[in-house]
């Protein structure tokens, strides 16, 4: 079974400097689908990111980018110019190519923004 | 651009009472996903239905039941509802043009007195 883990329970960043959130993954498939999504306090899920297993370049989506390892399954998202706005809990989830892609995410990590 | 519309947003119930939640996913959106997420944790996968079919089935209590209507929406129906069944519950839908990203609506929170 995909499981995923995010170690970091709590992270903080000064505002306009850059931060990364650690995700690891399980999955025996060699093909699937990672995500990174943001909860802000109105619990909205907002999409981040998106990488696709079989693409070797790291997904890149303005201030935001992954830094996929395939072999070690780590996938950690980079925040450049962290704004205020940032601030929200951040989920990493994983998605089969088999079946019916259904998410398994992982604990997630707090992001705080600090002016 | 439409987004997942879920409905309602705020529920409150008493215990053993009936709940019912409804999902409108985006147009031309052929797969819809339902999560339940309680305080404090992340969302975990309840059922899925792709072109008006169950695709799968998570951790979802006997309780509960759904189904997508030949329109595509969804609804979820909960019954005998107990104080854990408390959660913020979200529908998401997918296309397989979309690569399989599921866009999330608002969620409906559900609070069982």
């Known amino acids: 079974a995909q499981t995923v883990t995010q170690s970091q329970p709590e992270m903080s960043v000064q505002e306009a400097e850059t931060v990364t959130l650690s995700c690891t993954y399980d999955t025996s498939e060699s093909d699937y689908y990672l995500f990174w999504y943001k909860q802000p306090p109105s619990r909205q899920m907002i999409l981040v990111i998106r990488?696709?297993?079989?693409?070797?370049q790291n997904a890149t989506e303005n201030r935001f980018s992954v830094n996929f390892q395939k072999a070690a399954k780590s996938f950690s998202l980079k925040i450049s110019d962290s704004q205020l706005g940032d601030a929200a809990m951040y989920f990493c989830a994983h998605s089969g190519t088999s079946g019916t892609y259904k998410y398994i995410f992982g604990t997630g990590t707090r992001l705080k923004v600090l002016a | 651009a439409a987004g997942v519309i879920q409905s309602p947003r705020h529920l409150i119930k008493e215990k053993r009472e009936t709940a019912t939640l409804k999902c409108y996913p985006i147009?031309?959106?052929?797969?819809v996903y339902w999560y339940q997420q309680g305080p404090g944790q992340d969302p975990q996968f309840l059922i899925s239905?792709?072109?008006?079919?169950?695709?799968d089935k998570g951790s979802i209590p006997d309780r509960f039941s759904a189904q997508q209507f030949s329109d595509y929406h969804s609804e979820l129906n909960m019954s005998s509802l107990e104080l854990g069944d408390s959660a913020l519950y979200f529908c998401a839908s997918s296309s397989g043009t979309g690569g399989k990203t599921q866009y999330f609506g608002p969620g409906t929170r559900l609070l069982v007195l």
């Open positions: 239905f792709y072109e008006k079919m169950q695709s």
């Open positions: 147009p031309r959106h052929d797969t």
């Open positions: 990488q696709e297993a079989y693409k070797q």
